[in-house]
């Protein structure tokens, strides 16, 4: 019975954890993308990709600075999915200015406030978030013959 409570107390305070985070997207692309299904695996890198790729848009997760880097993670990868991006790159943790994030990964031409408007999301949430990255969608690689 005890480990029961134990289990409980845990789930309580994974929802509450997971129940204060929220994400915003800023999309940088023009293309629309389907939907990825929950089954589907979505990279998450530090770096960059060695494939070619289109820049879907930075996604931003806030939270609790106490998050961990798996439930940051979880955020990124279902906000990757809603737009239809095959990965995340550039993925960043903790202490990230918006601005610089955005404009370091994001795009010289697209200045952060035009990306507010063009996101989904809150934007009036307080901080920094507590994890960023880019959302890219893979481009067809062409075959030399």
């Given at each position: ?127 920094k978030p ?13 075959k030399l013959?």
């Amino acid at each position: 019975m005890n480990t029961h409570k134990h289990k409980l107390i845990f789930l309580t305070l994974m929802l509450f954890f997971v129940g204060c985070t929220s994400t915003n997207f800023a999309r940088m692309s023009m293309n629309k993308y389907p939907t990825k299904s929950e089954s589907v695996e979505i990279p998450i890198l530090s770096g960059d990709s060695d494939l070619v790729y289109e820049r879907i848009g930075v996604v931003f997760v806030y939270g609790e600075k106490t998050l961990t880097k798996e439930l940051i993670n979880d955020r990124l990868e279902d906000q990757a999915r809603k737009v239809g991006a095959d990965a995340i790159i550039f993925a960043k943790y903790r202490n990230i200015e918006p601005s610089e994030y955005f404009e370091s990964y994001g795009s010289a031409f697209v200045d952060f406030e035009w990306a507010k408007k063009q996101g989904t999301g809150s934007w009036l949430m307080k901080g920094k978030p507590v994890g960023a990255g880019l959302a890219i969608s893979y481009k067809p690689s062409k075959k030399l013959h």
